[in-house]
């Protein structure tokens, strides 16, 4: 069985050797057949230039400009044929035996799409994603995000999708599905891979022993108001794209409550109006992405997420710290 690893490349050149020594390594320990292609979005620190240095039999494909995290993925599928792809982020390191882990927790699941990694914040130790989570207000979310290693499942568990910082995706599911949005740029464009693969019928599987170290949002600070306004762009494509009329019209209340909360709050706690524009930029694009939207159909979602626990979800992912109680 050949495994493809793709991984998106900008600046980060230390970061980007680093990942690459886990990933030959675990690739290796999976005892699969393997390739691996580097796709760069135009880097400025010379991280292509030192890859191919370091690691001469791998595939590094140099982009003119920064096409985006979702478009750099879509050119790194192209560029491979395995019929597993394993994602990983420049800035993330794999265990030795993830890949193993992953595979043998897909084996003779042929519904399984997709498969989440635990991934593990950097600094403190605490997870980073335990899978990808939606609510009925159509709010993602990183499953056990701040929480330590020890409070989650222990066992293989179905879960919404696989955060695309570390997460073997299978080609035939990334080919029915059309592979990654291109005008989502990044973020959330692994949360519309999940949700339109759900739509097809396809499971994603959290494998909590296949663990991932990430040194989070080194591309864009976390907090920052280009990460803001992505974010809350791409928030109300994916309702347009993917919420039933139905399920719009009965949560649209609670959905602009939550939506003016939060904005209020980034305000206050960023000093930025980003969310805001980037809603608002959303809202101008409505009928074209809700007229883009194909197979629409209800899929089940998590209970709309308190106040409270939203909050210790931004101090888990901003320190990287487990919380606790």
Sequence with gaps: MLVSAVVVSYDARELLLDCLNSLVRALEEAGSECEIVVVDNHSRDGAPQAARERFPDLQVVELAE????????????????????????????????????????????????????????SRGGAINSAGIGVDRLGVAFDRHIGRPPEDGEREVTDVFGASAG???????ML??????DESLFMYLDDVDVAWRARMH???????????????????????????????????????????????LLRYAPAILINDLAYVVFAAVAD?????????????????????????????????????????ARRRGAAGGTALRG
């Excluded at 570390?166 to 035939?172: D, G, I, K, P, Y």
């Excluded at 805001?276 to 089940?300: I, K, N, S």
């Design 175 to 180: 080919e029915q599905i059309g592979g990654f």
């Design 166 to 172: 570390a997460a073997l995706m299978r080609r035939s």
């Design 66 to 121: 920064n096409v985006g995290f979702a478009a750099a993925v879509n050119i790194g599928v192209r560029e491979t044929s395995g019929d597993w792809v394993l994602l990983l982020n420049n800035d993330a390191t794999i265990e030795p035996r993830a890949v193993r882990a992953l595979l043998d927790a897909a084996s003779g699941r042929d519904d399984v799409g997709s498969l989440a990694t635990q991934m593990r914040f």
């Design 201 to 247: 019928g396809w499971r994603c599987l959290y494998v909590p022993g296949a663990v991932v170290h990430h040194h989070h949002s080194t591309s864009s600070v976390h907090g920052s108001a280009f990460k803001h306004f992505h974010v809350g762009r791409n928030r109300v494509r994916l309702l347009a794209k993917h919420v039933p009329a139905r399920h």
């Design 271 to 311: 000093r930025t109006l980003a969310p805001l524009r980037g809603r608002l930029r959303g809202l101008r694009e409505w009928r074209t992405y809700r007229a883009t939207g194909t197979g629409r159909r209800a899929v089940p979602l998590a209970p709309s997420q308190s106040p409270l626990r939203a909050l």
